[in-house]
């Protein structure tokens, strides 16, 4: 089935930047919104970012002016650019796709990956 794969997460200083990356393998009829969501140790999971099929996005409060996402659709994959990095931004990384399969569209996810900013 359809599976999404997030890379580019790391260790890094505060003020620094890391760009992740998510690519959907699989088989599918179309790909529509795609999406970014964290969760920090102890907390619940927080949406971050959407960007819909014609590339309108949107961001939560805590990462506007600082995050940027993208879409590359030749490569089926979701970038999330992230610059100004707080101690507050350490948490695991999800990346979600809306992705409509021959049966029914649905709602995928990736498996994570961590992003710890810290001295």
């Known amino acids: 089935q359809v599976q999404l794969v997030e890379s580019g997460g790391g260790l890094v200083q505060p003020g620094g930047s890391l760009r992740l990356s998510c690519a959907a393998s699989g088989s599918w009829v179309s790909i529509g919104a795609m999406a970014w969501y964290r969760q920090a140790p102890g907390q619940q999971r927080e949406w971050v970012t959407t960007?819909?099929?014609?590339?309108?996005?949107d961001y939560a409060n805590s990462v506007k002016g600082r995050f940027t996402v993208s879409r590359d659709n030749s490569k089926n994959t979701v970038y999330l650019q992230m610059n100004s990095l707080e101690p507050e931004d350490t948490a695991v990384y999800y990346c979600?796709?809306?992705?409509?399969?021959?049966?029914?569209?649905?709602?995928?996810w990736g498996r994570g990956t961590q992003v710890t900013v810290s001295s």
């Open positions: 979600n796709m809306w992705i409509r399969t021959i049966s029914a569209p649905h709602a995928y």
């Open positions: 960007i819909t099929e014609a590339g309108i996005t």
